[in-house]
Structure formats: structure tokens, C-alpha cells
């Protein structure tokens, strides 16, 4: 299975998630590192088992070990992460104020280059909804010199597979 074979099993409906997932896959703004990193990440906070399977088999050999093992660490993180701080954000208190208490050791050495795990993160936290999040990453990122084109090229992946993972969970209900 590849990216083809999941294109290819969205209905008609979803043309343009189709055309979007071709196009994102060549997104020139990215290294292919950062690329594929940002697919994988989106897949795996999508938590779909097919839209993860075709993703991995397309984007995991464009990947080092130490790589792929990062994007999986970004994208379970940002999984406690998004959760922790979406919640410290939303809830009025001093919860904002109040220390974590959270090892989040993976950020300090992530295995890749701080700007790609950065990217990888963000796309997880705009799937997870966490403002807080977003916001940190993103700062971060143009502190890096990424240039927005770059922030929104990730953003725009994940928001693709996160609909293409949508639609096929809901063709997969409707067909039950």
C-alpha cells in the first residue's frame, strides 16, 4: 500500500483530498525530511490504521531510523501535551501558572534537527486543537527562520490527512 492506494480508496466526494494528498506529497517548501516527518505525524495523530499503514509504506523509507523514531516521539508528546495545555488554556485558574509536572524529556533531544521536530509538533497540535501549543511551536519556528510558507505547507498536510482519515472512518461506519 502507498499514497496511490490511499487516494485512490476515497470516494468521489473527497476528490479534493485526493488531489491535495498528491500535491502536498511533492510540497517544495519542505525538505524531504521535513516532508515526510509531517505526514507520518499527521497520520499517527489521525489514528486512522489504514491512513497510518499507506502514509508509513510512502514516507517512512524517506526517513532515517533516528528520524521515523522522532515523529513518532513528536507525535506522542504532542498527544499528552496537546491535551495538558489545551486544558491549561481553556480552564480559567492558575493552572496556567502551576508547573507541568510532565517529563517532556523528547524535546530537549529529539533525535532530529530542533526546527523539523518543531514542524512535526505543530502539525500534531493543529490536528489535537491546542492553541496553546500552536502558538509556542509556531513562535518558535520563525524564531528558527522557517518561513511561514513552511509552517502553513505542514499545517495544510495535516489538515489533508486528518480529513482523509475522517472520511474513510466515516465511509467505514456508514458501510457497517
Known amino acids: 500500500m502507498s499514497l496511490e492506494a490511499l487516494r485512490n480508496r476515497l470516494p ?55 528520524a521515523l523514531t522522532a515523529a513518532k516521539a513528536a507525535a506522542s508528546i504532542m498527544g499528552m501535551n496537546n491535551i495538558y495545555y489545551r486544558f491549561t488554556h481553556l480552564v480559567v485558574g492558575d493552572y496556567n501558572t502551576m508547573p507541568a509536572k510532565l517529563r517532556m524529556n523528547i524535546m530537549a533531544k529529539p533525535g532530529v534537527e530542533k526546527v523539523d521536530f518543531e514542524l512535526w509538533s505543530l502539525a500534531v497540535s ?11 511551536h509556531e513562535k518558535t ?27 474513510l472512518d466515516g465511509e467505514a461506519a456508514l458501510a457497517a
Not at 524531504?32 to 516527518?37: I, T, V, W
Not at 499527521?42 to 486512522?48: G, I, V, Y
Not at 493543529?126 to 509556542?136: P, T, V, Y
Open 12 to 66: 468521489e466526494y473527497a476528490k479534493d483530498q485526493k488531489l491535495n494528498l498528491g500535491s502536498l506529497s511533492t510540497e517544495p517548501t519542505l525538505t524531504e525530511q521535513q516532508r515526510a516527518g509531517t505526514f507520518i505525524v499527521s497520520a499517527l495523530a489521525s489514528r486512522n490504521p489504514e491512513v497510518i499503514r499507506d502514509i508509513l509504506a510512502e514516507f517512512g523509507p524517506k526517513l532515517s531510523p533516528e
Open 126 to 136: 493543529a490536528i489535537n486543537g491546542c492553541g496553546m501549543c500552536m502558538e509556542a
Open 141 to 167: 519556528l520563525l524564531t528558527h527562520g522557517v518561513s511561514k510558507e513552511a509552517i502553513q505547507a505542514a499545517v495544510r498536510i495535516a489538515a489533508v490527512v486528518h480529513a482523509t482519515a475522517a472520511t
